[in-house]
């Protein structure tokens, strides 16, 4: 039997708890409602593949933008790691002794980032991937890069009709340029037709490899119909290898939509279509994510894959480019 004091005792803690107000229902997903803030963005640390490369520029920019429509007071510190490891890890280490809140990385290597990444984390701070993936972080946003992949080869083999010598200029192996090739790779494989002449030089992502590497592929291959380009750097440094050795009648396709490749659909090249990544988006995304994050509140899925769309000589005069802020 329970004694008389314990069911007392019982009667005015259901008492008490009925007065209490309702749990408010966890908050939606970034992008929707705006989220209660328990844990304000007051710094953001960028650190990106090269400032050389106006994607770079435009991706720092979204997120200098994002991060300010989240709180005007917001302080971005944005560094361009070169592509260089070392570089990052120590990127990583000044962000996390200055107290940010929130790191979007661009990861010089996907894997070998993973040490630095964990111990940001480890250290309060939410890290979100931005363009190619990195081990340990919270979540990533990219293009959906086998989609890119597909359209620029999609578009590669209706021009050709289905049949012709195909060349894949490849580049370094990050996630990106992976998805890149196997999403070419894919719709290449349905036209029997179709040759692909090489698909394992890495034109080092560079107008200046994509140059040299093409000049190789000319004075070895007499006949190539076509050349399918990881980035628009490589695409304009192929076409000017071709013209340099008077090659014409090739179709070049690639992967960007970048400011150079904007002029180069406008010109007389031989550049033809590039399936374009919008760097504002993906930072914004990155940015949304990371305060829902810092704030309790996980997507369900980490992996954020935003659609390309295919520019063409027919319809860049209406293409919204990198330079447009959003």
Known sequence: MIPPILKALAAVALAALSMLPAMAPAQSAPGSAAPSMQRPLKKVGVTLGSLGNPYFVALARGAEAAARQVNPKAKVTVLSADYDLNKQFAHIDSFIVAGVD??????????????????????????????VAAAGADATVQTDNTQAGELACGFIADQLKGRGNVIIQNGPPVSAVLDRVKGCKTVLARHPAIRILSDDQDAKGSREGGLNVMQLYLTRFPKVDAVFTINDPQAVGADLAARQL????IL?????????????????????????QDPWAIARTAVQLGVGMMNGQRPANPTVLLPSTLVTRANVAQYKGWATPR
């Open 102 to 131: 929130l790191i979007l990385i661009n990861a010089a290597d996907a894997r070998a980032i993973e040490p630095a990444v964990r111990k940001a984390r480890k250290a309060g701070i939410v890290v979100v991937a931005v363009d």
């Open 252 to 276: 070049i396709a690639s992967v960007d939509g970048a400011p150079d490749i904007e002029a180069a659909l406008k010109a007389d090249t031989l550049v033809q279509a590039s399936a374009s």
């Open 246 to 249: 008077n090659r014409r009648g």
